[in-house]
Nanobody, 123 residues
Framework: QVQLVESGGGLVQAGGSLRLSCAASGRTISTYTMGWFRQAPRKDREFVAAIGWSGAVTLYADSVKGRFTISRDNAKSTVYLQMNSLKPEDTAVYFC????????????????WGQGTQVTVSS
């Protein structure tokens, strides 16, 4: 079992930055793909970014490419999402997830999920 806890969300003005963290406990996450997803009110949960177990492979949704950066520190069992140039449409609850599927973009590719952290971007 892997337990995931997100932190770092909050209220920020458009154009601002936030850094989300996802702390893992239980099993080591060093062999897991880690992903970030988000869910806005009345919308489906959507893929944001993912990073392979070694950190060598990263994927991003087109909507965040060039603005968000995913990274991981396996020694600290922590995954990060640096979010820059935030827009009101980035407002959502952000979830961290762990999985071992070779594909990384779908919610079904992940077995473990955190409870989420709210990000609100004001215009």
């Amino acid at each position: 079992q892997v337990q995931l806890v997100e932190s770092g969300g909050g209220l920020v003005q458009a154009g601002g930055s936030l850094r989300l963290s996802c702390a893992a406990s239980g099993r080591t996450i060093s062999t897991y793909t880690m992903g970030w997803f988000r869910q806005a009110p009345r919308k489906d949960r959507e893929f944001v970014a993912a990073i392979g177990w070694s950190g060598a492979v990263t994927l991003y949704a087109d909507s965040v490419k060039g603005r968000f950066t995913i990274s991981r520190d396996n020694a600290k069992s922590t995954v990060y999402l640096q979010m820059n140039s935030l827009k009101p449409e980035d407002t959502a609850v952000y979830f961290c997830a762990a999985g071992r599927s070779p594909t990384m973009r779908g919610t079904t590719d992940y077995n473990y999920w955190g409870q989420g952290t709210q990000v609100t971007v004001s215009s």
